[in-house]
C-alpha cells in the first residue's frame, strides 16, 4: 500500500506539472515575460497561488522550469542519436533537423526564452549548464566524426561549441521556420557553413 500512495502522489505531482507548465506557456505568448506573474499562471492554471508556490518558490524556479522541460527533448533524441549505429554525418543532421522543428513547434516561447533581456538574466545559469552538457554530448557525434575521416582531427569539445554556437547565431537572427522549405534552406546554411565554410573558391583561406 505505501508503494502504491507513493505512485499515486507521483502521479498528481506529474500532472500538476503539466498543468503549470501548459499555464506558464499560455501566459507568456499571452503577455510576454514582463506580464507574467505568479498570479496569472496560477489563474491560468485553476489552482490557488499557494499550489504553484508548493511546486515553484519563485518566478525563477518557474522559468527554470519550463525552459528545461522545452528543451529536454532535444536532450532526449540526442542521447538516443550518440547510441545509434549510424555515420556521424547523419547524426549530425538527424539532431539539426529535430531541433529545427523543436524551435517551429515553440517559436513565440523560445523567442520569449532565449531572446528576452529579463529572461536571459534569470535563466543565465541554466543556459550555460544546457550548452554546457549539449557540448558533451555532441563531442561524441565529432569524435566519432574524426575517427570516421569525415571531419578534421581536432578537440571534439571545441568542435562541438563551435556548432551550437553557430546554430544559436542563426536562430538569434529569427529565420522564418514555419514551413518545410525553410527549416531545409536553414539546415543546409547551418551544416555548409560549418563542414563547407563560407568563402568561396576566390576567398578560400591558405
Same mark, same amino acid.
Given at each position: 500500500?505505501?508503494?502504491?500512495?507513493? +505512485?499515486?502522489?507521483?502521479?498528481?505531482?506529474?500532472?500538476?506539472?503539466?498543468?503549470?507548465?501548459?499555464?506558464?506557456? *499560455?501566459?507568456?505568448?499571452?503577455?510576454?515575460?514582463?506580464?507574467?506573474?505568479?498570479?496569472?499562471?496560477?489563474?491560468?492554471?485553476?489552482? *490557488?497561488?499557494?499550489?504553484?508556490?508548493?511546486?515553484?518558490?519563485?518566478? !525563477?524556479?518557474?522559468?527554470?522550469?519550463?525552459?528545461?522541460?522545452?528543451?529536454?527533448?532535444?536532450?532526449?533524441?540526442?542521447?538516443?542519436?550518440?547510441?545509434?549505429?549510424?555515420?556521424? +554525418?547523419?547524426?549530425?543532421?538527424?539532431?539539426?533537423?529535430?531541433?529545427?522543428?523543436?524551435?517551429?513547434?515553440? *517559436?513565440?516561447?523560445?523567442?520569449?526564452?532565449?531572446?528576452?533581456?529579463?529572461?536571459?538574466?534569470?535563466?543565465?545559469?541554466?543556459? !550555460? !549548464?544546457?550548452?554546457?552538457?549539449?557540448?558533451?554530448?555532441?563531442?561524441? +557525434?565529432?569524435?566519432?566524426?574524426?575517427?570516421?575521416?569525415?571531419?578534421?582531427?581536432?578537440?571534439?569539445?571545441?568542435?562541438?561549441?563551435?556548432?551550437?554556437?553557430?546554430?544559436?547565431?542563426?536562430?538569434?537572427?529569427?529565420?522564418?521556420?514555419?514551413?518545410?522549405?525553410?527549416?531545409?534552406?536553414?539546415?543546409?546554411?547551418?551544416?555548409?557553413?560549418?563542414?563547407?565554410?563560407?568563402?568561396?573558391?576566390?576567398?578560400?583561406?591558405?
Amino acid at each position: 500500500m505505501p508503494k502504491f500512495a507513493a +505512485i499515486r502522489k507521483r502521479a498528481i505531482q506529474d500532472l500538476m506539472k503539466e498543468t503549470l507548465f501548459e499555464a506558464t506557456v *499560455a501566459v507568456l505568448n499571452k503577455r510576454g515575460m514582463e506580464g507574467m506573474t505568479m498570479d496569472l499562471v496560477a489563474a491560468e492554471a485553476g489552482v *490557488a497561488k499557494g499550489s504553484l508556490y508548493r511546486y515553484f518558490h519563485s518566478k !525563477r524556479d518557474l522559468l527554470e522550469f519550463v525552459f528545461e522541460k522545452l528543451i529536454d527533448p532535444i536532450f532526449q533524441h540526442l542521447e538516443e542519436m550518440v547510441a545509434k549505429e549510424q555515420p556521424a +554525418i547523419e547524426k549530425l543532421r538527424k539532431h539539426l533537423q529535430i531541433l529545427l522543428e523543436h524551435v517551429a513547434k515553440h *517559436a513565440q516561447v523560445h523567442k520569449l526564452l532565449f531572446e528576452d533581456d529579463v529572461a536571459h538574466g534569470l535563466l543565465q545559469s541554466s543556459e !550555460r !549548464r544546457t550548452f554546457e552538457a549539449a557540448s558533451r554530448r555532441l563531442a561524441a +557525434i565529432f569524435r566519432q566524426g574524426i575517427s570516421e575521416g569525415i571531419f578534421v582531427p581536432g578537440d571534439p569539445l571545441m568542435l562541438a561549441n563551435m556548432y551550437l554556437g553557430l546554430c544559436k547565431g542563426v536562430l538569434q537572427s529569427q529565420p522564418d521556420l514555419g514551413g518545410e522549405a525553410q527549416r531545409e534552406k536553414i539546415h543546409h546554411l547551418i551544416l555548409g557553413t560549418l563542414l563547407n565554410g563560407i568563402a568561396s573558391e576566390k576567398g578560400r583561406f591558405d
